[in-house]
RNA sequence: GCUGGCGUAGCUCAGUAGGCAGAGCGCGGGAUUUGUAAUCCCGUGGUCGCGGGUUCAAGUCCCGCCGCCAGCUCCA
């Protein structure tokens, strides 16, 4: 008799002799048309031996916990589609996980190149396997036999993932047809049970992602149960790419990167300054009603200055190279802390003048490798809505939750009300005494917790100089954007030596957090871009309503009503080009103009203009001053 | 930066196997006076990313560089 183990399932308790395979557990429990079942963290498949007790929640078709077999067999299917096609010693295989939609696996094809062209001849292969039905089956082998196995089979770098397993783990293989890899699942009970699947891409990926090893191809494909949803899925992807800021950006004249300017480096065209120009003005209001103090600061700083913060010791391959002048040197700023720093330092500051919230929609710049610039989410130069508190210690959980808070209405101003939020806690190597840890952390997570918000703890993923939090937010399609940051720093107090005398006439050091809650404006207005498709709430659309004449006799009345709108505060713009009505309609929906007022010989002889909303369509006549009081409630909610 | 793909008119794209650079939209001019997503006609527009090479001949083939895209890595 073995050991024995106890496991719960659906609130029923079985007592089973360790090692026996899961479907076995769940049959027992009276469950027959489980995938699997997860213990713990982990998913097991039927075969898997069960080897700790607990509680196990069977899992089924369906059940999100299911794709993940679903797409670990797939991985498994394409792994041997590509070897009946290209030879099984001739492929070798690297790591074949699961993704958030589906799964990939990299690998390395001796002779071959792999690309997009080659997916349908892949795709097809993997719908003959699925065809055969081959069931799967699992074996656990010994550390020698599977080296020898993977040797015979040319798997180069399974061996090196056998050689990285700890010694008392145990190493298992999956076989289907004849096809074995080295994996511990889990997986279906055969190939003939895979769902809907599509090859989507073809990349490189470094061999355990570290640029000084072999690069491998990355196929991509995503999965799920049904077509229907799998068709959903790709419909998604559309929809991402017809968002895409970059095509809108350009459309909607908002924004332009050129070659011949530099790459990552943002011009502002006229219609995106104005919204640029409305989110900054609301940005200040919001900051000022706070109790921010707003400033400007230079774009470069003497080299000693970086020096001193620590920049060039340790932010230098992200900086732009030192230029020289008067035999003095200079770094374009790539943070704005330094000078708020030197702003604080300009004279003694008491306690009661704490805290002191410095702000800036300042500009930085900051060397990004060529291959990760895109479009406006990541550039070489952007403006950060920067801000730095320095206060009393005890006024930091008081400071943190203010700003907490302050992040997440603002957010919700933009229309973004998911919030995920992470918290990264003290690293092995840090500066700052425990005390200053202690108190920042939970201080950080107390604002999280009052607030509501859904968290998680990156632990130990903190900077080296204090703990942090993230904010990211969810479009409308569902993706994470990281926007808001609030970091503590104990390192930059400390380098620049910031004190401020307090009530007992001594001096002493003040706790530092830098904040964003934009994060950057360029990358803000990319994920508002996408998260609206264009269409952007009223309050920031460059251009609210546009008036149509229909011909050129309403012109006058036209510009009446055009100034009537100016004079209320909106920004208009009238299309009198001898154009058939339909003709301006369609550029200014193109342009995604929220608001038309339409005037003909009804509306001059009535006094009203016609309304098409983007959103709403046609919303009939009114009266300007109607449409001046509706469009001014849509401004004031944000909507 | 690395791997792969791409780069033709302002935009979207066609250009077969090297053999006189094309379309639609846009833009300009004219006609039309127009009712909820494209009026018609005429015209304009290109160092084919840049630089070399092969060839009688290069948008097309080769090499180098730049940029873009998908990833790797990193991050606001």
């Known amino acids: 008799m073995g050991e024995r183990i106890k496991v719960f399932i659906e609130g029923k308790e079985i007592e089973v002799e360790k090692g026996t395979p899961l479907g076995e557990v769940l049959k027992r429990a009276g469950i027959r048309d489980a995938l699997g079942g997860k213990l713990g963290d982990e998913i097991l498949d039927l075969q898997t031996p069960v080897r700790e007790g607990g509680e196990l929640k069977p899992v089924f078709k ?73 069931p799967i089956l699992r074996r656990e082998i010994s550390r020698e036999e ?31 047809g004849d096809f074995v890899d080295l994996c511990k699942g889990p997986h279906l009970p055969s190939t003939g049970q ?26 991509y494909g995503i999965a799920f149960w049904e077509e229907e949803e799998l068709k959903e899925r790709l419909r998604l992807h559309e929809e991402a790419k017809r968002r895409d800021h970059r095509r809108l950006g350009r459309e909607l004249e908002f924004f332009l990167i050129d070659e011949e300017v530099g790459p990552g480096l943002v011009i502002w065209l006229p219609r995106g300054a104005v919204y640029r120009r409305v989110l900054e003005d609301y940005w200040k209001e919001e900051h000022i009603k706070r109790g921010y103090q707003l400033v400007y600061t230079p774009h470069v700083g003497r080299s000693k200055l970086w020096e001193r913060s620590g920049h060039t010791e340790y932010y230098k391959e992200n900086m732009f190279p030192e230029m020289e002048m008067e035999g003095e040197g200079y770094y374009v700023k790539p943070m704005n802390c330094p000078f ?67 992040a997440v209405s603002m957010l919700k101003d933009f229309g973004f009300n998911e919030f995920k939020v992470y918290l990264s806690t ?26 509501g918000l859904e968290y998680e703890i990156d632990e130990g993923g903190g900077a080296f100089y204090g703990p942090k939090i993230d904010v990211k937010i969810r479009d409308a399609l569902g993706r994470l954007w990281q926007c808001s940051t609030i970091q503590f720093d104990f390192n930059l107090p400390e380098r620049f030596d910031m004190t401020y005398v307090g009530p007992d006439n001594k001096k002493h050091r003040p706790y530092m957090i830098h904040r964003a809650i934009l994060g950057s404006i360029e990358r803000f207005t990319g994920v508002l871009l996408e998260h609206y498709g264009g269409l952007l709430p009223l309050w920031l659309s460059p251009t609210q309503v546009r008036v149509l004449p229909i011909a050129e006799r309403h012109v006058s009345y036209a510009k009446k009503v055009f100034s009537e709108l100016e004079r209320a ?63 001014r409630g849509k401004v004031e909610r944000k909507e």
């Not at 080296?147 to 999956?174: A, G, H, M, T, W």
């Not at 030197?342 to 003694?348: C, D, F």
């Not at 909106?570 to 193109?590: N, P, S, T, Y």
Request: with cysteine; charged share 35%; net charge negative.
């Open 569 to 631: 505060g909106f920004r208009v713009e009238m299309d009198e080009r001898e154009e058939r009505l339909g003709a301006k309609i369609r550029e200014a929906e193109l342009m995604k103009i929220p608001y038309l007022a339409i005037v003909g010989d009804r509306e001059v002889e009535t006094e009203t203009v016609s309304v098409r909303g983007k959103r709403e369509g046609n919303l009939g006549s009114m009266r300007v001053e109607e449409l001046i009081e509706f469009l």
């Open 146 to 176: 599977a080296i020898k196995l993977f040797e015979d089979l040319k798997e180069k770098y399974k061996i090196e993932i056998i050689n990285r397993i700890p010694q008392d783990e145990v190493i298992s293989v999956y076989e289907q």
């Open 62 to 134: 369906g059940d999100p916990e299911s794709l993940e077999i679903l797409r670990h067999s797939l991985a498994h299917i394409m792994a041997q589609a590509l070897k009946e096609i290209y030879g099984t010693r001739k492929v070798h295989l690297g790591v074949g996980p699961t993704t958030e939609e589906g799964f990939y696996y990299d690998v390395e094809v001796e002779g071959h190149r792999i690309t997009e062209e080659d997916l349908p001849k892949i795709e097809e292969k993997m719908r003959e396997i699925i065809r055969r039905d081959y």
């Open 194 to 219: 895979a769902g809907a699947f599509k090859l989507m891409s073809v990349s490189g990926a470094y061999w355990m992602g570290r640029a000084d090893q072999p690069q491998l191809t990355r196929i």
């Open 426 to 451: 003290r690293p092995e190597h840090a500066i700052g005494t425990n005390e200053q840890w202690e108190r920042s952390q939970s201080a950080l997570r107390e604002a999280i917790e009052d607030l």
């Open 340 to 406: 708020h720093i030197a702003i604080y330092k300009s004279r003694v500051r008491s306690y009661r003048e704490l805290p002191m919230k410095i702000a800036e929609l300042g500009t930085v710049y900051r060397y990004e490798m060529s291959g990760v610039l895109h479009g406006l989410m990541r550039v070489r130069g952007f403006t950060q809505d920067d801000a730095h508190i320095i206060c009393t210690p005890d006024q930091v959980e008081g400071v943190i939750k203010e700003t907490l808070e302050f």
